[in-house]
């Protein structure tokens, strides 16, 4: 057997078929259903869900909410504009960021962000220039960060977002991640409602989504690149429901590759969880055993990222493969805003 590598996960996407805008309303985008089983391919929309899953089926969700991460201002000295990314919280005051231009914000380098004339103001400093190139940069003012701060957008959407609310789940809850967790970006109140009338179980769990989920893997073998880590926090409920359904032999659907990564991470070895918390920096690839998810609804990926790896390592590469040209063939839209799979 060859020797896996990074290249295997790489196709090529015609730069138009990146979704730019949401599609209103949200349950009206795309669904491609891809069966394990048999290799079938079906087109259908999301608002189709409810019909195409299992009576006594448990949806999993992750209810993570993104932060206004995204700060703009100027070096205090110079006046130049600076641009902050937000991307953990250390302690109160103190953040691992992403930083812009980052060859001038070295350590000492101090900057304010100005808001709205009524919003009061934050200033910072950058205290540390860490070896992967993110600083530790300490806040002044992080009480207006709801004020100033703006929900950050992936790097590959160019159009303005009209409502930032159209890049939080319906059900978002606990802020703390830098991107969507975009699967669940496809439900509605109603769909959820539907859902739970049909006897579809939904059960929460929280993985605060890192800007690690758009970058490519660099290294040749996929197995030499090192995860960075995302926190996590499942709750006794979550966690009794769950090993509930297991042992009932009920199916366990994940919404979206986050919820995959909490629940493979928290599992013990027979696939039961326990209540907790955590960091989860498990890089699921091609012979992962699968503990506790059973089939996963998802977006389509950027070539040769850990999450197009994920979603192969459940189907299996040359399935999704073949679904991806598929997509492409059919005029899917792709990424955070695009349509969705299922697997099962």
Do not use: C
Request: net charge negative.
């Amino acid at each position: 057997m060859s020797r896996m590598k990074t290249t295997d996960f790489d196709y090529d996407l015609p730069h138009e078929m990146i979704a730019q805008t949401p599609v209103e309303p949200r349950d009206h985008s795309r669904l491609m259903v891809v069966s394990r089983a048999d290799g079938t391919i079906g087109h259908h929309h999301f608002y189709d869900l409810p019909n195409l899953l299992s009576r006594n089926d448990v949806l999993v969700f992750n209810d993570s909410r993104v932060m206004p991460a995204r700060l703009y201002g100027r070096r205090t000295r110079s006046g130049g504009k600076v641009e902050i990314l937000l991307l953990r919280r250390v302690s109160p005051g103190l953040w691992h960021a992403l930083v812009r231009p980052g060859r001038r914000m070295r350590a000492g380098t101090t900057f304010d962000v100005d808001g709205a004339a009524d919003s009061g103001k934050i200033s910072g400093e950058i205290v540390e220039v860490e070896p992967d190139g993110t600083r530790l940069v300490e806040l002044s003012g992080e009480e207006h960060l709801h004020e100033v701060g703006v929900v950050p957008l992936p790097p590959y959407i160019h159009e303005p977002l009209e409502d930032a609310e159209r890049y939080q789940t319906v059900y978002a809850r606990i802020e703390g991640s830098v991107a969507a967790p975009t699967a669940g970006l496809h439900f509605t109140a109603p769909m959820l409602e539907r859902l739970g009338d049909l006897g579809i179980e939904a059960v929460f769990v929280t993985l605060h989504v890192g800007w690690d989920s758009f970058r490519p893997v660099d290294e040749d073998d996929p197995a030499s690149h090192e995860m960075h880590s995302e926190y996590w926090e499942l709750s006794q409920e979550a966690a009794d429901a769950i090993n509930h359904a297991r042992a009932d032999g009920r199916r366990i659907v994940s919404v979206g590759t986050t919820a995959v990564r909490l629940l493979e991470s928290a599992a013990d070895e027979q696939g039961s969880l326990a209540a907790g918390s955590g960091w989860a920096d498990l890089l699921i690839l091609p012979g992962h055993r699968f503990r506790v998810v059973d089939s996963l609804l998802t977006n389509f990926h950027l070539p040769k990222s850990t999450l197009l790896m994920l979603t192969s390592a459940l189907a299996g590469r040359d399935l999704v493969v073949h679904a991806y040209h598929e997509a492409i063939a059919h005029n899917y839209r792709f990424y955070s805003f695009g349509d969705a799979m299922l697997i099962v």
